[in-house]
Nanobody
Framework: VQLQASGGGLVQAGGSLRLSCAAS????????MAWFRQAPGKERDFVAS????????YYTNSVKGRFTISRDSAKNTVYLQMNSLKPDDTAVYFC?????????????????WGQGTQVTVSS
């Protein structure tokens, strides 16, 4: 499994960014795709997850109503649309893949990871 994340950048508070994660190496039916983020000096934290086949989504509380996770099965790509960005959203964002339930939020629940993409939100 290969995951390639892209789309990070520098944005002002209140702005938007869309991250992409291109997945390859197998079929992902029944898999869960997720986004995590890691700020400097902090743990890697769960942001959102989505089921590949039905598109059901789950979010951490701090991003509910601002972030939207989605997937395009034809392109084997998962997206994270981030709106109303805040300086606290500044982090390296990672996409991850694994099998199991939608509500898996631990880093160890996901065996496959992409490289990170930096998101910086200025105040």
């Amino acid at each position: 499994v290969q995951l390639q994340a892209s789309g990070g950048g520098l944005v002002q508070a209140g702005g938007s960014l869309r991250l992409s994660c291109a997945a390859s190496g197998r079929t992902f039916t029944n898999w869960i795709m997720a986004w995590f983020r890691q700020a400097p000096g902090k743990e890697r934290d769960f942001v959102a997850s989505i089921t590949w086949n039905r598109g059901s989504a789950y979010y951490t509380n701090s991003v509910k109503g601002r972030f939207t996770i989605s997937r395009d099965s034809a392109k084997n790509t998962v997206y994270l649309q981030m709106n109303s960005l805040k300086p606290d959203d500044t982090a390296v964002y990672f996409c991850a893949a694994g099998e199991g339930s939608l509500w898996r939020t631990r880093r160890d629940d996901y065996p496959h990871w992409g490289q990170g993409t930096q998101v910086t939100v200025s105040s």
